[in-house]
Structures are given as structure tokens and as C-alpha cells.
């Protein structure tokens, strides 16, 4: 059963080494199947829906899905390709994994300045 990405944070804060991908899930906020989508696009750059659905072991729509979000995350980008034939495919490609790794740490250095400006303004009077 997977965990709401958002609810993990007192989870993962209990693990004295946890995993990157548990690291990468909760600080972007994404589920577990997308941090491994992410990985696998790692591997095999350029790959199509079809081409990582089957990497995945996953069907098309759940692959698909897992693609938006990184794409809005900023983890991957979608490259539309011509056909010699005609048409077109799209081709995705993950970010590169240190450009990743300074997103994780922008965005939690981000957070922990969040949390100690709520501590330092807390004055003691109970709220709510």
C-alpha cells in the first residue's frame, strides 16, 4: 500500500539512512512508482511510453501519468520526434541526477527555513 507522498516526512525523519528514493518521493511530493519511472528514464533516455511501460512492468495510462508528474516536477522533459514514414512519437528524458539532487536540496533547504521561521515566531499562545 503507498503512503500520500506528503504524510511521510515523520516517517522518513525516523530513518537514520533512508533510501533516496523514499528521500525523492516525500520531498517532491510524488508516489513511489514515479520516483522509480524517474529512474528507469535515467537508464534509458529517450525512451517512449511503450519502451518504459514495459521496462516498468506498468500498463501505458499508469506510465503516462507517472510522466506528467515529473514532467510538472521538472523531472523530465517530453521530446516530440518525426517518423521517416510520417507521424510522430514523443521521447521522454530525465532531467540529469545531479540536477535532481540540487532541486532536493533547494527545496529542502527551502522547507527547513519555513520550519525554523515557525519556530522562532512562535510566542507560546495556543492557536486553533
Given at each position: 500500500?503507498?503512503?500520500?507522498?506528503?504524510?511521510?516526512?515523520?516517517?522518513?525523519?525516523?530513518?537514520?539512512?533512508?533510501?533516496?528514493?523514499?528521500?525523492?518521493?516525500?520531498?517532491?511530493?510524488?508516489?513511489?512508482?514515479?520516483?522509480?519511472?524517474?529512474?528507469?528514464?535515467?537508464?534509458?533516455?529517450?525512451?517512449?511510453i511503450?519502451?518504459?511501460?514495459?521496462?516498468?512492468?506498468?500498463?501505458?495510462?499508469?506510465?503516462?501519468?507517472?510522466l506528467?508528474?515529473?514532467?510538472?516536477?521538472?523531472?523530465?522533459?517530453?521530446?516530440?520526434?518525426?517518423?521517416?514514414?510520417?507521424?510522430?512519437?514523443?521521447?521522454?528524458?530525465?532531467?540529469?541526477?545531479?540536477?535532481?539532487?540540487?532541486?532536493?536540496?533547494?527545496?529542502?533547504?527551502?522547507?527547513?527555513?519555513?520550519?525554523?521561521?515557525?519556530?522562532?515566531?512562535?510566542?507560546g499562545?495556543?492557536?486553533?
Open positions: 500500500m503507498t503512503t500520500d507522498p506528503r504524510h511521510r516526512l515523520g516517517a522518513l525523519m525516523e530513518q537514520s539512512d533512508p533510501p533516496f528514493r523514499e528521500v525523492m518521493s516525500c520531498v517532491f511530493g510524488i508516489e513511489d512508482h514515479e520516483t522509480r519511472t524517474y529512474l528507469v528514464l535515467l537508464e534509458y533516455p529517450g525512451s517512449t511503450e519502451e518504459l511501460a514495459t521496462a516498468l512492468d506498468r500498463d501505458r495510462s499508469t506510465v503516462n501519468r507517472s506528467s508528474t515529473l514532467i510538472d516536477r521538472g523531472l523530465a522533459h517530453r521530446d516530440r520526434r518525426l517518423l521517416d514514414g510520417g507521424g510522430y512519437i514523443y521521447q521522454y528524458t530525465a532531467i540529469a541526477l545531479p540536477e535532481a539532487k540540487e532541486i532536493l536540496h533547494e527545496a529542502l533547504d527551502a522547507w527547513v527555513a519555513t520550519v525554523h521561521g515557525v519556530i522562532d515566531e512562535f510566542d499562545e495556543r492557536t486553533g
